[in-house]
């Protein structure tokens, strides 16, 4: 058994195209039909040659270290094909492979092929191994942390302003609010003003009295001292009547809901909305008056 058997067999095992094997190793097909066959001098060296075997291994589930210790143990070391131009190589490492860690970074020099796919392919390999140096590096290093750090910074300034932002409409919905006078807002009911003077013809044999509802109330009216009396509950608009011959004794229970007028004289309202009032009428000075002319 060889390593190139080993593989074939490890890939028709679980029917994989070497089509698809090129696919996800970017290796051209007619080098793992090379690998395949255990034709190795087709590589410029043997490095390649593991890395490729490498590569095959963890695609098709073989242990990619056994695979290449196999490798060593069948092919005998083959001298590199290149020109030293000051060159430092690193250790081969046992790592899965990967560009990165499988390939032996050639640094200043040159491989001598013939093959200018297999060229290009080494140049894609060895790119990511190129140095550069080391102020280079940190200040790329630093631009990246930047980059991190100003994310965050951006989204954390976003969600503060967004909180502030509530806070603020917050506040002053919360103060409009409080600031609304509710008692403006209730539509007080109009009531028609009574007639400043009513056209009345009041004989001198009695004393006429016009009561007229503004709002609800209860009144009592006593007439000449008590021979006539009348208790009613007035609403507003309502208008009551009243005649005597002396006097009135009158009681609002709502001085304010009550407009009065006295032989055809306004008195207008006796009082504030919810206030008890009795009234006299005539009141003494007019009585007096009366009985001194009399």
Known sequence: MSVGHDLKVAREAKKI?????????KIPVKYLESLERDEFDVFPSQTYAKSFIRAYSKVVGLDQTAM???????????????EPMNAEAEMER???????TSLQPVLGRKEVHDDPELEQL?????????R???????????VVR????????SKASVFVFGLLVLAVVFYYTQRGVSEIKWSQLVPKPTVEQAPSVMALTVPDKYQHLVLKGLDKSWVQVVMDDGKSTAEVDMDEGEVKIYQAVKNFKVKLGNAGGIDIQYNGRPLGVMGVTGQVVELNLPEADEADGAADKS
Do not use: C, D, H, M
């Open 17 to 25: 195209t070497l089509e698809t094997i090129s696919k996800k190793t």
């Open 132 to 142: 550069e140096p080391a102020a280079f590096r940190n200040k790329r290093a630093q």
């Open 68 to 82: 290449t210790r196999q490798f060593n143990a069948e092919v005998k070391p083959k001298e590199v094909r290149i």
């Open 122 to 130: 080494q140049e894609e390999y060895v790119a990511p191994f190129r």
């Open 94 to 100: 046992g790592a899965a492979w990967s560009p990165l």
């Open 146 to 153: 930047f980059r991190k750090w100003g994310n965050v910074l």
